[in-house]
């Protein structure tokens, strides 16, 4: 079981640390990288999974799970804001946007194999529309609509559902262009993370560590949920232990900082949230592949 859980994650860390090592020893500018990212390469990897994935009722369950894991945490972190006085606009996110994009599509294919994808991007993309909707209504006092549906994403995970749902065929060629294109995602994603892990500070450490601590008991919660009252089958079964205790997605910082909620502790949430993933994600994994 241990070598098995080291040969699934190895490949992940491994592009984590060349990323950390770009950061740190030639400092380019990610923005960019980033934003060519988000707006052609996650959009194709998003197009070419959905519009090719069997799309019936059978995905009610693994839809429900989905907003399960994403809404509950941010429910449970009311009271828990409450009574710990801290900024709901700032703490919820991290625990309801995790990182399903960098850190997930690549463990879950690595770990479940090509099988995994298209649930995975499914999941991705449930999260991502509700960052971009409901995240956007956290912190802005504005109406997020007209955001969300010039979100390169969302228009293609719509175009894909269309598609698909319609019955039209899409362009042989067309579609392995988007397969091509969508392919630099995840390992951009991944180096991309690995450059933000330079930006990390000591000062930091004790926001990291609370926030980790309530994102798994969170997620936890999240998981007991989905375990007990949605039929799953086996694999997104195990793909849910992982997604629902996932660290904060890196987006959280870059619309903590847009709207000014608090950036620099958002920032450690998410830096130390993703750098403990190195301790977390092998017993999540462990867990996980004990309920095959």
């Given at each position: 079981?241990?070598?098995?859980?080291?040969?699934i994650?190895?490949p992940v860390?491994?592009?984590v640390?060349?990323?950390?090592?770009?950061?740190?020893w030639?400092?380019p500018?990610?923005k960019?990288?980033?934003r060519?990212?988000?707006?052609?390469?996650t959009?194709a990897?998003v197009?070419?999974?959905l519009?090719?994935?069997?799309?019936?009722?059978?995905?009610?369950?693994?839809?429900?799970?989905?907003?399960?894991?994403?809404?509950?945490?941010?429910?449970?972190?009311?009271?828990?804001?409450?009574?710990?006085?801290?900024?709901?606009?700032?703490?919820a996110?991290?625990?309801?946007?995790?990182?399903?994009?960098?850190?997930?599509?690549?463990?879950?294919?690595?770990t479940?194999g090509?099988?995994?994808?298209a649930?995975?991007?499914?999941?991705?993309?449930?999260?991502?529309?509700?960052?971009?909707?409901?995240?956007?209504?956290?912190?802005s006092?504005?109406?997020?609509?007209?955001?969300?549906?010039?979100?390169p994403?969302f228009?293609a995970?719509?175009?894909?559902?269309?598609?698909n749902?319609?019955?039209?065929?899409?362009?042989?060629?067309?579609?392995e262009?988007?397969v091509?294109l969508?392919q630099a995602?995840?390992p951009?994603?991944?180096l991309?993370?690995g450059?933000?892990?330079?930006?990390?500070?000591l000062?930091?450490f004790?926001?990291?560590?609370?926030?980790?601590?309530?994102?798994l008991s969170?997620?936890?919660?999240?998981?007991?949920?989905?375990?007990?009252?949605?039929?799953?089958p086996?694999?997104?079964?195990?793909?849910?232990?992982?997604?629902?205790?996932?660290?904060?997605?890196?987006?959280?910082?870059?619309?903590?900082?847009?709207?000014?909620?608090?950036?620099?502790?958002?920032a450690?949430?998410?830096l130390f949230?993703?750098?403990?993933?190195?301790?977390?994600?092998?017993?999540?994994l462990?867990f996980?592949?004990?309920?095959?």
């Amino acid at each position: 079981m241990v070598e098995q859980v080291v040969g699934i994650l190895f490949p992940v860390f491994a592009l984590v640390l060349i990323g950390f090592s770009v950061g740190r020893w030639l400092k380019p500018d990610f923005k960019p990288i980033n934003r060519i990212n988000m707006d052609a390469f996650t959009p194709a990897l998003v197009f070419s999974s959905l519009v090719a994935m069997p799309l019936d009722t059978n995905q009610l369950p693994l839809l429900s799970a989905s907003l399960i894991s994403v809404l509950l945490p941010g429910l449970l972190m009311i009271p828990i804001c409450a009574i710990s006085k801290l900024r709901f606009k700032a703490w919820a996110p991290p625990h309801m946007f995790r990182n399903s994009g960098n850190l997930a599509i690549p463990l879950f294919t690595y770990t479940f194999g090509d099988t995994a994808l298209a649930p995975a991007v499914l999941l991705f993309v449930v999260s991502a529309c509700l960052h971009i909707s409901i995240g956007l209504a956290l912190l802005s006092d504005g109406n997020p609509i007209k955001q969300v549906v010039k979100m390169p994403i969302f228009l293609a995970a719509s175009a894909a559902l269309f598609l698909n749902l319609s019955g039209i065929g899409v362009w042989s060629p067309l579609y392995e262009a988007t397969v091509l294109l969508g392919q630099a995602a995840v390992p951009v994603m991944l180096l991309s993370l690995g450059a933000q892990m330079c930006h990390m500070r000591l000062s930091g450490f004790r926001i990291g560590v609370l926030c980790t601590l309530q994102s798994l008991s969170t997620g936890a919660v999240a998981f007991a949920v989905i375990y007990w009252f949605v039929p799953l089958p086996t694999l997104e079964l195990q793909m849910m232990v992982l997604f629902t205790m996932l660290p904060p997605a890196v987006m959280n910082y870059l619309f903590a900082e847009r709207f000014g909620v608090e950036p620099t502790k958002v920032a450690s949430m998410v830096l130390f949230g993703n750098f403990f993933s190195l301790i977390t994600l092998p017993l999540l994994l462990t867990f996980a592949l004990s309920l095959g």
